[in-house]
């Protein structure tokens, strides 16, 4: 009996790390494999094409796969286990900078702001970016968006991101509010829908929005090899329509009207909660109106890259942007 529960728990497990991972079976559709940096409300424009049936309706058959990191996106992207890939752009830049020779290509941009949240033990209603010198934080993997992005913020503050604040960066990815949960650092720095659940456990309260404080920067994108553009051009523009049609949704409709779309992709989460988080992002101005990656964005983002000592110098953006 022991051990059909033990089985019985490993499916259950197993069930839920693919709750991440979604898939509709077209009809004569032409099949696109999309991999995703995180399966997170933050993306709720693309899962608004996916529940509404845009996709389809541009004869695609998507499925999409959370990577669970931009390193692990682009690796199947480049391996050929994913036709698309939606992350932050910066791997694209990194991809190119050494020296790939089918490297990925962005051709329409979803956020323009960062949609991470700094979370504190306590609940600091006046909090002051100062209050981090000295603190531990839980933040990203080197050379990520996320980690650039928190240190681009603290160093606009005046404060040295290396020398000032304890950042953690040796936690992976999806698992630092389980970390801080458990007790490690005094801030963490988190998605959502893993920041709102730190607060209804009560271990954590959001105290700044990394989106707001850092403006507008092109955070997360589309991309595909330039070979896959050059022989799909007609999927890649049928892509781009589904997906500006989920961005003109979100635009039109309510926080409401939104969370009641999406929740499908979020089983575990409550249609409540799911509209207090998609008003977070919303009211912040978190998504583009169209999917127009722009050379002005596309160089905000290689100076954070070249401020973090990630990018020694600029690739050129006619390479990396096919709008």
């Not at 790939?100 to 306590?122: C, I, M």
């Not at 968006?145 to 604040?165: A, C, H, R, S, T």
């Not at 049928?238 to 009641?260: M, P, T």
């Amino acid at each position: 009996m022991k051990r059909i529960s033990i089985l019985l728990l490993v499916i259950m497990a197993a069930m839920l790390l693919l709750a991440g991972c979604t898939k509709k079976k077209g009809s004569g559709n032409i099949p696109v494999k999309v991999n995703e940096v995180a399966h997170s409300i933050f993306y709720a424009p693309q899962y608004v094409a996916y529940e509404l049936g845009y996709f389809e309706e541009e004869g695609l058959d998507v499925s999409i796969e959370t990577g669970f990191g931009a390193d692990k996106t682009m690796t199947a992207l480049l391996s050929g286990n994913a036709d698309i890939g939606f992350m932050g752009s910066e791997s694209t830049i990194y991809a190119y900078a050494e020296g790939a020779s089918d490297y990925a290509v962005n051709f329409a941009q979803l956020t323009q702001r960062a949609g991470n949240f700094l979370v504190s033990r306590t609940n600091e209603k006046d909090f002051d970016w100062n209050s981090l010198r000295g603190k531990s934080v839980l933040g990203g993997r080197p050379g990520g968006m996320p980690e650039m992005i928190l240190e681009y913020i603290l160093k606009q503050k005046g404060i040295d991101p290396n020398e000032e604040v304890e950042i953690v960066q040796n936690i992976d990815f999806g698992l630092t509010s389980g970390a801080f949960s458990g007790g490690q650092a005094d801030y963490t720095v988190e998605f959502e829908p893993g920041a709102t659940a730190l607060e209804d456990e009560g271990v954590g309260y959001v105290v700044a929005s990394l989106g707001v404080e850092s403006g507008y920067v092109p955070y997360t994108a589309y991309s595909a090899k330039k070979s896959y553009i050059e022989k799909n051009p007609d999927i890649i523009k049928k892509f781009k329509k589904a997906i500006e049609r989920g961005l003109e949704y979100v635009a039109a409709h309510s926080s409401k009207d939104i969370a009641k779309v999406i929740a499908p992709q979020f089983a575990e989460t409550d249609v409540d909660t799911i509209c207090k988080i998609v008003d977070r992002y919303k009211s912040q101005d978190t998504w583009k109106r169209t999917t127009e990656f722009t050379e002005e964005a596309f160089d905000l983002l290689q100076d954070i890259l070249i401020s973090s000592g990630e990018l020694k110098e600029k690739v050129p953006y006619s390479d990396l942007v096919q709008n």
